[in-house]
């Protein structure tokens, strides 16, 4: 593997200027802020945010133990899988999604007149090498890797990551975004051994910030330069970095919480197991199970009926009759159960 950033990112990007603003010039506390046509006047929201994020990249830094010059924030880890298109992928590039996964990156792609190369996962859902290597030729940027994975919830294996870490020339995009509630660390503590490694978390699942719209990339510093010259300079709002600065100083929250999901998804799982009509549970490192059933549709219609909302992912590559389950509070994991039950009731076997 060599990997060239230079080579890599596009080439019109090496020679970007990007947008600067006059508080790059100047650190610390001014006395009058006369450079950005603000209302002087105090709304508490008056003056633009920190294009830099500077405090609250220092204390999820802390939290993962990284560089702040490592990481680069989104308005939502989807904003940033745009970037990584921008980034890469000229018109006619390609990136490889092994299938099942998130559909953002495939949207994401569209978007951007970028070719996506599907090739399956194997039987347990896992990174099958052969085929992902048949699918890399050299327009071939990025390929997006999603651990545990969406909509099937398992890791993927760890040595298949690092095979592709070590052998793809381009970008490998690995999506943890269910990482907190699966038994790994994840891949962070490898940023310094693999130079073409880009890490995407996010706030939205076990830190409970979805309506925040937060995310992160983290990289090699090389990388995350890069990324700066697109980010829109004021991409994260003043009210989001204070309330995640809050919300961020109290891990424990979020420990109580991944603590309570992971019991409440294992107590799920083996109460779907005593349904005649569940077919499989697919094992899960995340926060939802998925779900195979003998009817996913009528089953999807009436939990929809008795105001029970899942996700259908019967379309999906093999996941036909499969249904997505986030593990809920206890009582709305009891109505789902409940609900399923009265079904079963009223199906003749
Ligand atoms: C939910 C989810 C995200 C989160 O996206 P945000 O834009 O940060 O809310 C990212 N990746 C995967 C695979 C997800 O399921």
Not at 13 to 24: C, F, G, I, N, Q
Not at 51 to 58: D, R
Request: proline share 5%; hydrophobic share 40%.
């Amino acid at each position: 593997m060599s990997f060239d950033l230079k080579k890599i990112a596009r080439n019109h990007l090496h020679e970007l200027t990007p947008y600067s603003t006059a508080r790059d010039d100047y650190q610390g506390v001014a006395s009058s802020y006369l450079d950005a046509n603000e209302n002087p006047f105090n709304t508490g929201y008056n003056r633009y945010p920190d294009p830099s994020q500077q405090a609250l990249k220092n204390l999820i830094a802390k939290i993962k133990v990284v560089d702040p010059e490592n990481i680069i924030l989104g308005n939502g880890s989807d904003e940033i899988v745009d970037w990584l298109m921008r980034a890469f992928c000229n018109p006619g590039d390609n990136i490889v999604v092994p299938q099942p996964t998130y559909g953002m990156y495939t949207v994401s792609a569209a978007i951007n007149n970028v070719v996506v190369k599907a090739p399956p996962l194997n039987k347990s859902f896992d990174l099958d090498l052969n085929l992902i290597t048949d699918n890399i030729d050299r327009n071939t940027k990025l390929i997006f890797i999603c651990s545990p994975n969406n909509p099937t919830g398992n890791l993927l294996s760890e040595a298949g990551i690092i095979s592709l870490l070590q052998s793809f020339n381009g970008l490998v995009v690995l999506d943890e975004a269910y990482i907190d509630f699966s038994e790994t660390d994840g891949f962070l503590g490898m940023l310094k051994c693999y130079p073409n490694l880009f890490i995407l978390q996010t706030f939205s699942k076990a830190w409970g910030l979805a309506g925040l719209r937060l995310g992160s990339g983290f990289a090699s510093r090389e990388i995350i330069d890069l990324l700066k010259k697109i980010k829109p300079p004021y991409n994260i709002s003043t009210m989001t970095q204070e309330f995640a600065i809050q919300a961020l100083s109290n891990e424990n929250q979020k420990t109580i919480w991944v603590r309570t999901i992971v019991e409440e998804r294992i107590k799920l799982e083996a109460a779907l197991k005593q349904l005649k009509m569940v077919k499989k549970v697919h094992p899960s490192d995340s926060n939802f199970l998925l779900v195979e059933l003998s009817d996913a549709q009528a089953c999807y219609r009436y939990l929809l009926d008795k105001g029970i909302i899942v996700r259908d992912r019967s379309t999906m590559a093999n996941c036909s009759n499969c249904l997505r389950v986030t593990v809920g509070a206890p009582s709305e994991n009891s109505l789902l159960t409940n609900a399923l039950k009265g079904y079963e009731k009223s199906l003749v076997y």
